[in-house]
Nanobody
Framework: QVQLVESGGGSVQAGGSLRLSCAAS????????MGWFRQAPGKEREGVAA????????YYADSVKGRFTISQDNAKRTLYLQMNSLKPEDTAMYYC????????????????????????WGQGTQVTVSS
């Protein structure tokens, strides 16, 4: 049974930093595309960042490039999202997602990080950034 458990959310002031973690179990961690999404009230779920756990490919939404960094630790089966220079518009519920694969979809380069590219989801962790 696939499980994704997020942690690390919280409340910070604008300009601050947070690191989210996603502990994964129940599938071959080293052969998966994993990503972070966020969803603010009344808005669609937005892909933030993605990476292939068996390689070095990373993908970012334009809105977070240069501020967020996705990384992962195969030994710990954990995905991370380091968020720096946070803005009030980053406020949202953040979700970890995974899909067993030999790589992340090449379509991410053009079409972006989409919810339909992932089959497994965590429960989310709230991030609130105050001005």
């Amino acid at each position: 049974q696939v499980q994704l458990v997020e942690s690390g959310g919280g409340s910070v002031q604008a300009g601050g930093s947070l690191r989210l973690s996603c502990a994964a179990s129940g599938y071959t961690y080293s052969r998966a595309c994993m990503g972070w999404f966020r969803q603010a009230p009344g808005k669609e779920r937005e892909g933030v960042a993605a990476t292939y756990t068996g390689g070095v490919s990373t993908y970012y939404a334009d809105s977070v490039k240069g501020r967020f960094t996705i990384s992962q630790d195969n030994a710990k089966r954990t995905l991370y999202l380091q968020m720096n220079s946070l803005k009030p518009e980053d406020t949202a519920m953040y979700y970890c997602a995974a899909q067993a694969a030999l790589n992340c979809p090449s379509a991410m380069v053009v079409a972006g990080i989409r919810p339909g590219q992932f089959g497994y989801w965590g429960q989310g962790t709230q991030v609130t950034v105050s001005s």
